[in-house]
């Protein structure tokens, strides 16, 4: 039987000449866009350095490492400035930062004061880099239970970290005295490490600076400043157990603290004292989160609160979302004796009571309105006194004509609202933690946040201690 003939295929070879032809006009088609291609070495200095700002420390010094053409790109000084400014220009002015280059002349010796300044745009991304995420709110640990709230700004030739303090009388804003400073300009006699996770920071002071610094010669001072991070414990140093790494390191330290006193004094008696420059200073700062108030959080913030006898303290106060209903926590920044800085002062519950209020809670804010009164009162009868001893009538006389124009007038309009004690908008329910000297026998007693129609709050601490803690939001200097 016979068979139709099929048509036959095309063969192996021709396939094989057509792949050829068409991979040969697809490199011919890309010959004019690879022709158009450049390398990196050859993008100009800003635009270099817009690539570069994308890039970490370690990127960089591995592009400096790629190719000898990268390297010697990277030696211009206008790629640093570019990554300088980019960064950091809406800051501070890098410009500022630079020192000039000192002239040839004899070597000397440098001064154990200060550290070297960077005179180049690399160096001083170097030191822009580091010393910028110091910027912010931190804690200062191992001085003591009442520590200090440090605030590290930006300035036009440095970073200023000042130290901030609740005004008094109790207003909600603060005072700002010299702590520290990065300003090579003025002399480079700081320098600080923030771990990567940001938390910690090590603020090492050379010399003196003219700002008043806290030092506690104290063996919980010492020893925290010694004591990892890695290794330190929430508990704090002085209330923990026996048997633990930071008892055991409070113990010897306290006595390299004893014989370091003893060897001083010894030293001094024979007029040795003096001879012996004095080293660096080291502190150590727990990063506070900077919280902002929102419709839903509206107490997120750093407050100025009135302890009373233990004076003006700062409190954080953060929502807490952990358990099964939502808190409101007041941490200590500024502590005192009985409860020291980094503990929780009271918290209450994040969801006010409803209204009607209860009998009992109405009779909270009708005690609160009393004591407010009394307080007005106390005042009132005060400043009277004052102005009786003050002056005779000459001076009443000249006092009233001149100053006692718009300014008596504007008293006079707000006499009667300041005599009303604030309007109560909510009440929530909470605890109050109360210690003995030395945060000993801690524990949790009951009371009540009441929120005011001006926006400043007050706990009332109940079981009997007949004792309120107002507080205003703090206002940190600028």
């Known amino acids: 039987m016979r068979h139709a003939l099929r048509p036959a295929g095309p063969s192996l070879a021709s396939l094989a000449s057509g792949q050829r032809h068409e991979a040969a006009a697809e490199a011919s088609s890309l010959e004019p866009e690879a022709s158009s291609l450049f390398r990196l070495e050859e993008l100009p200095a800003d635009a270099l350095a817009r690539v570069m700002q994308y890039l970490s420390v370690r990127d960089i010094h591995a592009a400096l490492l790629a190719s000898k053409g990268l390297n010697e790109a990277l030696q211009d000084e206008r790629v640093w400035y570019g990554l300088c400014t980019t960064c950091w220009g809406t800051d501070t002015d890098p410009h500022r930062w630079l020192v000039a280059p000192l002239p ?244 209450a519950a994040a969801a006010p009571i409803p209204l009607p209020w209860p009998a009992e809670e109405q009779e909270v804010v009708q005690q609160q309105e009393e004591r407010w009164l009394q307080q007005r009162e106390w005042w009132d009868g005060a400043e009277e006194e004052e102005d009786e001893e003050e002056g005779d009538g000459a001076d009443e006389a000249y006092v009233g004509e001149e100053a006692g124009g718009v300014a008596g007038e504007a008293a006079a309009a707000d006499g009667s609202a300041a005599k009303a004690p604030p309007r109560v908008v909510a009440i929530h329910r909470g605890e109050g933690q109360v210690a003995g000297p030395g945060f000993a026998s801690p524990e949790w007693v009951a009371g009540r946040l009441l929120a005011f129609a001006d926006g400043s709050l007050s706990f009332v601490w109940g079981e009997g201690l007949d004792m309120v803690t107002e507080m205003r939001r703090l206002r940190l200097p600028q």
């Open 104 to 347: 040839r002349g004899p070597p000397c010796t440098p001064s154990r004061a200060t550290l070297p300044a960077p005179q180049t745009y690399r160096r001083l991304y170097m030191l822009l880099h580091e010393s910028a995420p110091i910027v912010g709110l931190w804690r200062l640990q191992g001085e003591g239970p009442r520590s200090s709230l440090i605030h590290f700004r930006w300035g036009r030739d440095g970073i200023e970290g000042v130290e901030v303090e609740p005004r008094a009388p109790l207003s909600g804003r603060a005072d700002a005295s010299p702590w520290a400073r990065i300003c090579p300009a003025r002399g480079l006699t700081t320098a600080v490490r923030v771990e990567p996770e940001g938390g910690h920071a090590t603020v090492t002071v050379y010399g003196a600076q003219g700002q008043r610094i806290h030092r506690s010669p104290s063996a919980e001072a010492v020893a925290a400043v010694a004591l990892p991070h890695s290794q330190a414990t929430p508990s704090p140093l002085g209330t923990s157990p026996k048997g633990s790494f930071e008892h055991e390191w409070l113990q010897f330290m306290a006595g390299n603290v004893q014989n370091s006193r003893t060897r001083q004094r010894r030293r001094s008696q024979r007029g040795l004292g003096q001879a012996r420059p004095e080293g660096p200073a080291i502190y150590h700062l727990k990063r506070v989160p900077e919280l902002r108030p929102s419709g839903k959080h509206p107490y997120c913030d750093c407050w100025a609160a009135d302890y009373g006898p233990q004076g003006l303290e700062i409190l954080q106060l953060r929502y807490d979302f952990k358990g099964k209903a939502a808190q409101l926590r007041a941490d200590k920044v500024v502590g005192d004796d009985l409860v020291p800085a980094g503990q929780c002062s009271w918290w």
